[in-house]
């Protein structure tokens, strides 16, 4: 079955520092791939996602590259704000019914 | 537009008790999908439910059941209550299987 693995957080930042979030997936056949974000005591939002091999994803200065070849989905950010202090979960949907696969997810604290 | 809501929003039960959670989809959504969410980990799909029908589940055992009613609402019971289930129980509405959810702020079950 599909799974995912993101880098282990916490993720600790200033504030205008380059975020990357690392996510590598398997796969039956050739999934979309999402990222989620989960804000503090919130549920889930769709921040981007992609559909096909070389896509990529954009949403609030946050990009990711659907990568066939490395089976990757990395999430970046050129300046991250305190704002976007949440923890983000990549993955990836093969079809058919909405069962995403969701990994740990990987919190990220932005200090001022 | 109205979004996904939950009902209720925190909840204590005790081992072996039985639990009724409810979810209004977003408007326009078919589709209704319910995860469970334990402390620090990622989202697990429970089931799907399409056309009033369960079309799709986890690896969840069949204590865990829903229903859909005609307005897309849905609920999620769960019989025989044990500590493990203690979690954030995540509805999320969509149009179809897409894999674009749109989530509530959960409902947390804690059984003592």
């Known amino acids: 079955g599909d799974s995912v693995t993101q880098m282990e957080g916490p993720v600790t930042l200033s504030e205008e520092a380059f975020l990357t979030i690392n996510c590598t997936y398997t796969?039956?056949?050739?999934?979309?791939l999402f990222w989620y974000v989960q804000y503090p005591g919130e549920g889930l939002q769709l921040l981007l996602k992609a559909t096909k091999a070389d896509d990529k994803g954009s949403n609030k200065g946050f990009e990711a590259t659907y990568r066939k070849e490395t089976t990757s989905f990395h999430l970046e950010k050129g300046s991250v704000q305190v704002s976007d202090s949440a923890v983000y979960f990549c993955?990836?949907?093969?079809?058919?019914?909405?069962?995403?696969?969701f990994g740990a997810g990987t919190r990220l604290a932005v200090h001022p | 537009e109205t979004g996904v809501t939950q009902s209720p929003t925190h909840l204590i039960k005790t081992r072996g008790q039985q639990v009724t959670l409810r979810c209004s989809s977003q408007s326009g959504h078919n589709t209704v999908s319910w995860y469970q969410q334990a402390l620090g980990q990622g989202p697990q799909f429970i089931f799907q439910y399409y056309r009033e029908e369960e079309n799709g589940r986890g690896n969840f055992p069949p204590r865990f059941s829903g229903l859909q009613f005609p307005n897309y609402s849905s609920e999620l019971n769960v019989n025989a209550l044990e500590l493990d289930d203690s979690a954030l129980y995540l509805c999320a509405s969509s149009w179809g299987g897409s894999g674009e959810l749109f989530f509530g702020e959960g409902s947390r079950l804690t059984v003592l």
């Open positions: 796969a039956t056949g050739y999934p979309s």
């Open positions: 993955a990836p949907f093969s079809g058919g019914y909405n069962k995403l696969i």
